[in-house]
């Protein structure tokens, strides 16, 4: 978990701006480094919350009766850290494309790679505001938060389906 603290500890932002201007703009490296920095926060909670798991009456319990720790893993740990994992699915793809448009927005994206954030920097670097162009801006902006509130709603409902207490 040490690993994790110093990654946890190193702020993401600056350290993507830092990368994409020394380094190189890929959007293939751009989508990795976020991947890293993005990670560590789910480990730390999901290690928690399975550590929690484990020491409940009835995992206890599937261990004096011999279960398998495979079993135990599959039948009590992995049900219980579903609906977490969908919930930091939904939270986390947004925040990475929201991530990756505003770095592409500020012309550090993959200015071969089209995205909405190319889209938008391309928009302004050629003045689609001031001429009026709004159907340069308006859909890449309104893409991103449909795409975001998609996620949202299919992390609720794969949560209502993991989930056993949400079902009525």
Do not use: C
């Not at 398998?68 to 009590?76: A, E, P, Q, R, V």
């Not at 770095?103 to 505001?129: C, E, K, M, N």
């Amino acid at each position: 978990m040490r690993f994790n603290d110093i990654i946890y500890a190193l702020p993401a932002l600056p350290f993507l701006i830092i990368l994409a201007v020394t380094i190189s703009n890929s959007i293939f490296m751009m989508i990795g480094f976020l991947m890293i920095f993005s990670w560590v926060g789910i480990a730390k909670v999901s290690r928690s919350m399975s550590l929690q798991i484990k020491t409940k009456q009835y995992v206890e319990a599937s261990k004096i009766m011999g279960q398998k720790d495979s079993k135990i893993i599959f039948k009590h740990i992995i049900p219980q850290l579903l609906p977490y994992a969908f919930a930091s699915i939904a939270i986390s793809v947004p925040a990475a494309i929201t991530t990756e448009a505003g770095l592409s927005f500020l012309g550090l994206g993959d200015p071969t790679f089209p995205t909405w954030g190319q889209i938008l920097h391309d928009a302004y670097v050629f003045g689609a505001a001031a001429r009026g162009l709004w159907w340069w801006i308006v859909p890449p902006g309104v893409m991103i938060a449909i795409t975001g509130l998609a996620f949202v709603f299919i992390g609720n409902a794969l949560d209502a389906i993991v989930n056993p207490k949400l079902k009525r």
